[in-house]
């Protein structure tokens, strides 16, 4: 069955980075764009930034435009969030997310907690 395990949170200290992973099994890696999506106390979910198949386009948002990047190596079906320059309102559980169609469904990891604090 589709997994999506998330790792890599944690707390750290204003301005500080962090590495979230999230290991994909059950589906081919390969052929489906992935996602990062956050959730902050009292706040309804954002996407943070999303992957093509193939790694060669992403996107962001706007709030973590230049300070996050999003990457994937297929051969270990693994995607990554490499957030740098954090900020307190970065603070949220952040999950992987993905969408394989009518037929297969979507998928959602358990979560990590990003906290950023001093």
């Known amino acids: 069955q589709v997994q999506l395990v998330e790792s890599g949170g944690g707390l750290v200290q204003p301005g500080g980075s962090l590495r979230l992973s999230c290991a994909a099994s059950g589906f081919t890696f390969t052929n489906w764009p992935m996602y990062w999506y956050r959730q902050a106390p009292g706040k309804e979910r954002e996407l943070v930034a999303s992957?093509?198949?193939?790694?060669?386009?992403?996107n962001y948002a706007n709030s973590v435009k230049g300070r996050f990047t999003i990457s994937r190596d297929n051969a270990k079906n693994t995607v990554y969030l490499q957030m740098n320059s954090l900020k307190p309102e970065d603070t949220a559980v952040y999950s992987c997310?993905?969408?394989?169609?009518?037929?297969?469904?979507?998928?959602w990891g358990q979560g990590t907690q990003v906290t950023v604090s001093s």
């Open positions: 997310y993905v969408y394989l169609g009518l037929v297969g469904g979507q998928y």
């Open positions: 992957i093509s198949s193939t790694g060669g386009s992403t």
